[in-house]
């Protein structure tokens, strides 16, 4: 392959989500001389894992819906125009009922990202950009070459490449410990498809997300059927050959996630985000790192001193410790789904009148923030992050769809559906001849050993460490290097290393530090090697490798900030 010398010639691995607005920021940069080539494993771009057969079924519902999203192309009230009146139909949609605060079927987002991917494709032909795609090709390893000024990148079963800059998009990875030997043990719900079974017997599924719940909307329609009798109620009936069908889940904070509500418009404020500025200001107050507090204090609780000052009065003198116990108390003593009808009249009510809950919507805002800094805090505030805060921001910034609801309710009233509390201790064996036993201990503190000969882990995209990066070629040049955050006080250290923190270590100059998941990346994405040096050549954007440093890494909103962040290291380069 010939290659201009002028051209900066740039590769997107990976063709999902994250490449769409990675392609997008690179168009849109005012330059000229980007060659780009878009390596993607199957052949469709645009929908990645989420929106497409190895993420979705037919029932499975977006979360965001056209008001929530960034700017792409065109948007979706727009393209929905354009769709076939026969898919649409397929789908059981009417055109003209949608408006821009809908929510749609995943796969038919993912038909639309791919729509915005080939829209970017032409945008970028007719500004003069050469954009090659290269479908049904799996990145198997990459590898530096810095004497050479160039990054090689291998595709299975193909040739090598050469690049001066490369953008690593390759989505989600689902690791499998014990699917396919263990009969009946699942480590992932997808693809969905392979939980279309006939289960005459009681599931256990780990987790009450959102990925917990659309794998028992897919179990459900193997077992039954669903009916709406009115006002949006649905009933669950049995199949007759399924008489003991039922699902139980388990949740290590026994409660079921917060439904979706209107958000306003934008979600993110100017004065929402924390600057540079102020980032470096308080990192020079606070030895060296950010404050977690501090953050909380300006990025959450400061947000209701206009918007909603009844509130503001209730939570400013509290900690984030006793803010967090006071949300989480007010749950617990609840009956989850009892909890879960009253927050859905009350999402109901939001979405009717176009009102905002609004101490969950900034605390969306809060995690979303958390991204860029969450690097710069001491060990010690991280470990206050991971275990305090979000707990109770997964719960809360989930988003069901309502349509998810109304079958859980369902299935709940019909006896098929039970949710149980088990505590950070709890664990799964797998056992030989199929299926799992759960132990864990229940609310009255026994001890519970439970079999199941159906299980499924849903606790989500599992935050995969530095010994699972798969591209060894980064790895034996130690390119990267694992994702670490020091204790600012060594007796903090030596006191979590005395509780068997495992994840806590002692340094040879005998400081202590906190490992997290992945591998060490800065404010551009750009990988940084064993000496602490960032590489201006590769940028990791794949979020099961950047978690450690990233606690808030899903959703098109986190590819828009992330690929934008890219762009500004690229340009930086001349």
Known sequence: MTINKKERHIAIL???????????????????DFRID????????????????????????????????????????????????????????????????????????????????????????????????????????????????????????????????????????????????????????????????????????????????????????????????????????????????????????????AIRFHLEEPLLSEDSMLTKEELHKNMDENGGYLSLDYVFDKNFKKQFHKKDPRFYEKIKDLSLEDFVSAMMDYRDHKEPFQLFRQEYKEAEKSITERESIYWKEVLAVLSFTMNY????????????????????????????????????????????????????????????????TYHYIDDEEKGQAVYYKTYVDCVGQPHLSYEDFPYKGLLVNESVSPARIMFRDPESGAAELAKDNKMVEQLPDGSYCLKVSGITINDNFQIVNSKKEANSRIYMMA?????????????????????????????AEG
Not at 14 to 32: D, H, Q, T
Not at 57 to 78: A, F, K, M, Q
Not at 170 to 197: C, I, M, Q
Not at 543 to 571: H, K, Q, R
């Open 14 to 32: 990976g063709g999902g989500p994250s490449a769409l607005f990675m392609l997008k920021k690179l168009i849109e940069s005012g330059r000229k």
């Open 38 to 257: 878009i390596f993607e494993a199957k052949k469709q771009l645009g929908a990645g894992m989420p929106y497409s057969p190895e993420g979705a079924n037919r029932e499975h519902i977006t979360n965001v819906s056209d008001n929530e999203i960034p700017e792409l192309v065109t948007s979706i009230s727009e393209w929905v125009q354009t769709v076939p009146d026969n898919v649409l139909a397929d789908f059981n949609l009417q055109r003209e009922k949608l408006t821009e605060y809908h929510v749609l079927p995943r796969l038919l987002f993912g038909r639309y990202l791919s729509d915005q991917f080939e829209l970017l494709l032409e945008k970028a032909k007719v500004k003069g950009f050469t954009v090659n795609v290269h479908f049904e090709s799996r990145i198997v390893d990459i590898s530096d070459q810095p004497s050479l000024g160039k990054v090689q990148v291998e595709v299975e079963g193909k040739q090598k490449h050469q690049f001066d800059q490369v953008v690593v998009c390759t989505g989600h990875n689902w690791p499998r410990k014990h699917e396919g030997a263990v009969p009946g043990f699942f480590d992932s719900p997808y693809p969905p498809s392979k939980l279309r079974l006939k289960l005459n017997h009681a599931i256990a599924i780990k987790g009450s997300s959102l990925t917990a719940i659309d794998a028992i909307r897919t179990m459900a329609r193997s077992n039954g059927t669903f009916e709406q009798v009115k006002d949006h109620k649905m009933v669950f009936h049995p199949a007759k050959d399924s008489p003991d069908f039922k699902i139980v889940m388990h949740s290590r904070s026994g409660m079921l996630p």
């Open 373 to 436: 800094p969450a690097k710069y805090l001491s060990a010690e505030d991280m470990i206050r992050l991971q275990k305090v805060l979000m707990p109770l921001i997964s719960i809360v910034i989930a988003f069901v769809p309502q349509s998810s609801c109304e079958e859980l309710f369902a299935l709940h009233d019909a006896g098929r559906l039970e949710i149980v509390s088990v505590g950070e201790d709890s664990r799964v064996e797998a056992e030989s001849k199929g299926g799992v």
């Open 543 to 571: 979020v099961p490798y950047i978690g450690g440093y990233n606690p808030d890494y899903s959703g098109l909103d986190f590819c828009d900030e992330a690929s934008g962040a890219i762009l500004t290291g690229i340009l």
